[in-house]
T-cell receptor
Framework: KAGVTQTPRYLIKTRGQQVTLSCSPI?????VSWYQQTPGQGLQFLFE???????NKGNFPGRFSGRQFSNSRSEMNVSTLELGDSALYLC?????????????FGPGTRLTVT | GENVEQHPSTLSVQEGDSAVIKCTYS??????FPWYKQELGKRPQLIID?????GEKKDQRIAVTLNKTAKHFSLHITETQPEDSAVYFC????????????????FGTGTQLKVEL
């Protein structure tokens, strides 16, 4: 089976712009979670989607949003980018319906905000 | 919410020695505890996990122990090899939310393990 894929792998944006990141889960996985990884804050949970519904949310401002499509692919959007949004954004998919269960990570999207 | 503390932040061992990384969690409702290995520039990889109804789990050179009473769990790597060098993260997940389901992971701050020849 193909693993979790993310596009694009690298992005450079300017403050104030918005960005959309994409994640394709492992085939059959309906849960997709997003995490932000930075040297200072480590790995932090953004949100989780299951069957096109957000069912868990972390402590990030409303500028961070996401959605999931009927094929379980997920996107996250960050509006009005700030320098502090520079990070590696990872998505993870899980087969577990009720959870918690094994999560498998994608390679990440490296976002740089200048 | 859940808080996970991880120690040590760096660990250096000689090849062949054992390595132990410890984590504590705050939410007694947490019931799933995975460990991830992240090599430089790569994605976190699940290496072992344990659920709250089990006290210990082994997979070849890797083992995880869980003490629910003390709310801590540990990763044990025996016969370390240079390829074990990486950052290791522990994580905890509470029981599914009332709406049904949940895969939210709260991570520790990571341990940089270096295995020296």
């Amino acid at each position: 089976k193909a693993g979790v894929t993310q596009t694009p792998r690298y992005l450079i944006k300017t403050r104030g712009q918005q960005v959309t990141l994409s994640c394709s889960p492992i085939s059959g996985h309906r849960s997709v979670s997003w995490y932000q990884q930075t040297p200072g804050q480590g790995l932090q949970f953004l949100f989780e989607y299951f069957s096109e519904t957000q069912r868990n949310k972390g402590n990030f401002p409303g500028r961070f949003s996401g959605r999931q499509f009927s094929n379980s692919r997920s996107e996250m959007n960050v509006s009005t980018l700030e320098l502090g949004d520079s990070a590696l954004y990872l998505c993870a998919s899980s087969l577990a319906v009720q959870g918690p269960g094994e999560q498998y990570f994608g390679p990440g999207t490296r976002l740089t905000v200048t | 919410g859940e808080n996970v503390e991880q120690h040590p932040s760096t660990l250096s061992v000689q090849e062949g020695d054992s390595a132990v990384i410890k984590c504590t969690y705050s939410d007694s409702a947490s019931n799933y505890f995975p460990w991830y290995k992240q090599e430089l520039g790569k994605r976190p990889q699940l290496i072992i996990d344990i659920r709250s109804n089990v006290g210990e789990k082994k997979d070849q050179r890797i083992a995880v122990t869980l003490n629910k009473t003390a709310k801590h769990f540990s990763l044990h790597i025996t016969e370390t090899q240079p390829e074990d060098s990486a950052v290791y993260f522990c994580a905890a997940t509470p029981v599914p939310n009332p709406k049904g389901g949940g895969n939210k992971l709260t991570f520790g701050t990571g341990t940089q393990l270096k295995v020296e020849l």
